[in-house]
Nanobody, 113 residues
Framework: VQLQASGGGLVQTGGSLRLSCTTS????????MGWFRRRPGNERELVAR???????LYGDSVRGRFTISRNNAKSAVDLQMSSLKPEDSAVYYC????????WGRGTLVTVSS
C-alpha cells in the first residue's frame, strides 16, 4: 500500500489550497478514506473522511471550510481547503479508515497571518 499526499504550500490567511492523495495497493472504490493532520506539538487528528458512497464528515474545526472528495477512477482523494487560518498549519496526510495503512510523508501546509 502506498499513499502519497501533495499540494501543500505557503498561503496567506483566508486563502485556499487543494490537496491530493494518490493511492495504490488498496481496493480504493470500497475503502473509506480520511485526511489527517499533525499540527506542531499535537497528535495527528482526523479532519475529514469520506465513505464509499460519497458521504463526507468533517471535524468541528474545519466544517464549512474544507471539502473532501474522491475519484474512484483515479484512486485518489482530494481535500479542498478554503478560508485557511494559521491554526490550519500542519502536515497533512491521507489514510484509509481505520488508518491501518502505512503513513506516507504527508504534505506541509503553512498559513501565514
Amino acid at each position: 500500500v502506498q499513499l502519497q499526499a501533495s499540494g501543500g504550500g505557503l498561503v496567506q490567511t483566508g486563502g485556499s489550497l487543494r490537496l491530493s492523495c494518490t493511492t495504490s495497493g488498496i481496493i480504493f472504490s470500497v475503502t473509506p478514506m480520511g485526511w489527517f493532520r499533525r499540527r506542531p506539538g499535537n497528535e495527528r487528528e482526523l479532519v475529514a473522511r469520506i465513505y464509499r458512497d460519497g458521504t463526507a464528515l468533517y471535524g468541528d474545526s474545519v466544517r464549512g471550510r474544507f471539502t473532501i472528495s474522491r475519484n474512484n477512477a483515479k484512486s485518489a482523494v482530494d481535500l479542498q481547503m478554503s478560508s485557511l487560518k494559521p491554526e490550519d498549519s500542519a502536515v497533512y496526510y491521507c489514510n484509509t479508515l481505520p488508518p491501518d495503512s502505512p503513513w506516507g510523508r504527508g504534505t506541509l501546509v503553512t498559513v501565514s497571518s
